[in-house]
């Protein structure tokens, strides 16, 4: 397809996340609020009446964390070297193939990223539980996220068959590709037919750039007591949030893994993505945000593909919601 270099707002974008950090992402949020909340409200509506009726939408991204740890040092994310407190874990095979077993008789075709808050590539299965994702989802959307520090070409052509999109995060501290990340861009530049099939994306990420609160986890930007969030979330309506030891969590933005609202060495995967826990999160979730401890002060919003797919579905068209293409996450 195509390899792509972005970054938002470009060179001036990250000049602006350098020099006015807290501006930057303040503006940002604010933008991205007030655009999509009308959005944002039509689709929790259509998922809630939908549940009452017994007809719980799937969900239109599954996020696997195969692996709890990182590599990098990117100051927003509690997972970077120097803040992560997770105890360390795995994923067994066993729980994994049952997981991608189970979406496959659930007849899933939405998005699938084994990535959570981490680094994918740091799991050395990673090659192989995508081919087994790919065979027993062909249909599905699948997608890595990668912060391209360990990436070179013959990992990306180890993964390429797999994955329909791979998306790197190029983090520094000047807009500049780092090394091998430009011998990749290289590569891919001069055999265009070799990626035919797969489109890559750079994304130009300042390492110390402030995001989002993350619910109080990013350690460059707390949570303010005092701001409460009265906007409706997506995330627990599309996305199902996978850890390692096989929980389901709230969100992406549960960094240090609070939130536990089933388990899926206890209960099937389709039972658990309509929990009571998980449905009740939801109910108080779409009537805004300060109704749920948990995401009361949180102020992401994100970034990417989830208000295009949301929007194909509330159109109702699933097939195009199911081909949309995936993005990194505020």
């Not at 696997?64 to 067994?92: D, G, L, Q, V, Y």
């Not at 193939?97 to 939405?110: F, M, N, P, V």
């Not at 707390?222 to 409460?228: F, S």
């Amino acid at each position: 397809m195509s390899i792509r270099i972005n970054s938002f707002m470009g060179k001036f974008g990250f000049w602006a996340r350098v020099h006015f950090p807290m501006l930057s992402s303040n503006a940002y949020l604010k933008l991205q609020f007030a655009t999509r909340e009308k959005q944002q409200k039509a689709y929790t509506s259509y998922f809630l009446e939908a549940a009452a009726k017994g007809e719980v939408p799937k969900p239109n991204v599954v996020d696997i964390e195969t692996i709890n740890r990182c590599n990098s040092t990117c100051e927003f994310c509690s997972a970077n070297i120097h803040a992560e407190c997770r105890p360390f874990m795995k994923m067994t095979d066993e729980l994994y193939k049952s997981i991608i077993d189970q979406l496959a008789d659930w007849g899933y075709e939405g998005h699938l990223t084994l990535y959570g808050n981490n680094e994918p590539l740091l799991d050395t299965r990673i090659v192989e539980m995508h081919k087994y994702a790919r065979e027993k989802l062909p249909r599905s959307f699948i997608f890595m996220s990668t912060n391209g520090l360990i990436l070179n070409v013959e990992k990306l052509d180890a993964i390429k068959p797999y994955i329909n999109q791979l998306i790197i995060n190029n983090y520094g501290l000047e807009y500049k590709l780092h090394d091998n990340i430009q011998k990749v861009y290289d590569h891919v530049k001069a055999h265009p037919e070799d990626y035919k099939d797969l489109e890559i994306e750079i994304q130009m990420r300042y390492l110390k750039e402030v995001l989002t609160n993350r619910a109080g986890s990013a350690p460059n930007k707390k949570a303010r007591e005092e701001k409460v969030i009265t906007e409706t979330c997506l995330l627990p309506f599309t996305d199902m949030w996978i850890t390692p030891d096989g929980r389901v969590g709230l969100c992406c933005c549960d960094n240090l893994e609070k939130t536990n609202l089933a388990d899926l060495n206890e209960m099937p995967l389709k039972e658990a993505w309509n929990s009571v826990k998980m449905q009740q999160a939801r109910e108080m979730i779409a009537k805004g945000r300060q109704n749920y401890p948990f995401c009361k002060h949180c102020d992401f919003i994100d970034a990417g593909f989830r208000m295009t797919m949301v929007q194909h579905i509330l159109d109702g068209n699933q097939e195009a919601a199911n081909r949309a293409g995936g993005h990194e996450r505020v």
